[in-house]
């Protein structure tokens, strides 16, 4: 196999409206394109629905998070308190009533943090650099849908993307 | 968005009106930059002369140790709150006019905390030792006290930050991208770092969307725990007009009623500066100022229920000194305050004057005013008149705290005036969202 043909490029079609891209998108998805994306400069929900996409897993990392931060919330009172026996006001030593503060604070704090993490992570950022044939005008006001394929599929693809609305298509190797 | 932003808008207008808000100042920029450097220089070395001479230079002294800057620390959290209510409360309510607003409502929430986080390092006379505030391992013996409201406070105010800043680069990092993608050079270099790489694919605005969504939802209940714990650093101690149980609602209330004003204070000159008139419209000003009515109105109650308890609680105390309030040394703040709080937002219930963008100006300039009063008047007389007459002592600020906070101010007004230059004061891809889609604008 030579190298040119194991190279993948990325073919991408620009629309002027969400309608041409959704049904371009059914068509590339309909034809078994392979891998396919859309590149908008707003989020696009109807996407999700024509790619079938599962819902996002960040919900796991806030649900992580929130728990964790509430074990370090009571773990920190709860470990201090016994670290330092120190009666006040004759309190009890462990008073779960005031310790419950920073539980709450610390659950939405790690929450908070867990959340992003599981943003990046899942939507592969950061990254150092744009992808390789990404065009400035998808943030915009041009709609993209890429398909990842093989040198010799271009050509189909170019057409097809054409035929289905993009008013202009680039192909880049990645 | 098309109503309130007008037809006449686009996704390319957009970026071509607001992408230009962040091309290199002009001269009075500079200037105003100078004006605040040299307030923030001479604050700086008020607090230096406080540090250099002690605590005793201000006019801090028992009875009354906590005064100008707490009170300053509680009104800058409290401006703080109205970004955490726009951004993330009335996204949850899916509010469509907060689009436009709220990443300077989100400015004006971290910058008011950073601001409100050097107060209790001023007022700690000897602030290089403020690590002893956080809970760590060490071999002093520091006692760990989280049954004190002081320590959470700390927790609650650095938390608050986090979350805040955390959700405000967040919601920045799309718009940060169509920067990137509109510069050149170093410029293009600069936003491109901040956005981390973001080209706006289906898999990104997936697990971005879904992200914002529970930040938005964890960030909600921080605008009502935040100043609730910032108002137990009073209510739990026993000191006459502090030991309350109205002090959480009266004091998130509040919160958000000085946060609105300045909020408003801050848009009102930029929309003009940055020419935002299609983006932050009449209508956002007024639906702010319908929301200062309804805070208004809330902290009228909060101000009368504390003077009923008092008087019908049967604590002598109590009576004492919230009599002393309305009538005694104080009294012209307190009655300043209650005008400028609950009276004068009532004006907005004047159509002409919510929809008069010079009189939202000025009555956000009075609500600021007042709410300062507002944390002045409880922390001052209380504590000047507490339980034992032979203690009973005026305070007075002198010339160290009136340095500080015009120092304080200015610095607020500095960060917000490079954020503003810097970066996108408007938020482009939610406003973009509110608009029909390219190619089908008449559609």
């Known amino acids: 196999m030579s190298k040119a043909v194991e190279a993948r490029h990325s073919v991408i079609g620009f629309y002027a409206d969400v309608d041409s891209l959704i049904a371009a998108l059914k068509a590339a998805r309909a034809a078994h394109c392979g891998e396919v994306h859309t590149i908008s400069p707003v989020p696009l929900p109807e996407v999700d629905e024509v790619l079938g996409a599962k819902r996002s897993p960040v919900r796991r990392f806030t649900l992580a998070g929130g728990l964790f931060g509430l074990a370090v919330g009571w773990g920190l009172t709860i470990g201090s308190a016994e670290h330092y026996p120190l009666i006040v006001g004759g309190k009890p030593l462990i008073s779960l009533t005031p310790f419950a503060v920073i539980a709450y604070i610390c659950t939405i704090l790690f929450g908070a943090l867990f959340t992003v993490a599981g943003m990046l992570i899942n939507a592969r950022l950061p990254r150092i650099q744009v992808g390789r044939g990404y065009d400035p005008r998808l943030t915009g006001n041009r709609f993209g849908l890429q398909v990842i394929c093989s040198q010799t599929e271009i050509e189909t693809i170019k057409h097809r993307l054409l035929e289905s609305g993009a008013d202009e298509v680039k192909y880049v190797e990645v | ?443």
């Open chain 2, 1 to 443: 968005m098309s109503t309130e932003a007008g037809p006449q808008l686009n996704y390319k207008q957009v970026d071509l009106d607001l992408v230009p808000t962040m091309r290199p100042a002009r001269k009075p920029y500079y200037v105003t930059l100078a004006c605040l450097l040299a307030v923030i220089a001479w604050g700086g070395y008020a607090w230096s002369w406080q540090l250099r001479h002690g605590l005793g230079v201000a006019g801090i002294s028992w009875p009354v140790g906590w005064a100008v800057y707490i009170t300053l620390f509680v009104f800058w959290v409290g401006i703080a709150h109205s970004g955490t209510l726009i951004s993330a409360v009335l996204f949850l309510f899916r509010v469509r006019w907060r689009s436009s607003i709220y990443r300077s409502a989100e400015a004006v929430t971290v910058f008011a905390v950073l601001t409100a986080g050097l107060f209790p390092l001023i007022h700690l006379g000897r602030p290089w030792v403020a690590y002893w505030l956080m809970p760590y391992p060490q071999m002093g013996g520091l006692f760990p006290n989280f049954r004190s409201p002081l320590v959470w406070d700390v927790f609650a105010v650095s938390t608050y930050l986090t979350v805040s800043a955390i959700f405000f680069f967040t919601g920045m990092v799309p718009d940060l991208a169509i920067v990137r993608d509109r510069s050149r050079g170093w410029r293009e270099k600069f936003y491109g770092f901040f956005a981390q790489g973001w080209q706006g694919t289906d898999r990104q605005w997936r697990h971005y969307t879904a992200a914002y969504v529970f930040l938005a939802g964890l960030a909600t209940p921080l605008v009502i725990s935040v100043h609730s714990i910032v108002s137990w650093d009073f209510a739990m101690s026993i000191v006459p007009g502090w030991h309350t149980t109205i002090f959480p609602p009266y004091f998130v209330a509040g919160a958000i009623h000085s946060g609105l004003a300045m909020v408003m204070t801050i848009v009102i000159p930029m929309r003009r500066l940055f020419r935002l008139h299609p983006y932050i419209t009449r209508e956002h000003l007024a639906n702010m100022a319908k929301l200062m009515i309804l805070t208004g109105m809330l902290l009228g109650f909060s101000y009368a229920t504390e003077f009923f308890i008092a008087w019908y609680s049967g604590n002598i105390y109590e009576r004492s000194i919230f009599f002393y309030r309305a009538f005694g040394h104080y009294a012209w703040a307190l009655w300043l305050l209650v005008a400028a709080n609950v009276g004068s937002p009532l004006l907005f219930f004047i159509p002409r004057v919510r929809k008069s963008v010079p009189w939202l100006f000025t009555l956000s300039l009075f609500v600021n005013v007042g709410m300062f009063f507002e944390r002045f008047v409880i922390i001052v007389t209380s504590l000047s008149r507490d339980y034992d007459p032979f203690s009973w002592h005026l305070y007075a600020p002198r010339w160290p705290e009136i340095s500080i906070l015009a120092g304080s101010f200015a610095w607020f007004f500095l960060l917000f005036l490079l954020f503003a230059k810097i970066f996108p004061v408007v938020s482009m891809w939610e406003v973009k969202e509110l608009l029909p889609v390219p190619g089908k604008e008449h559609a």
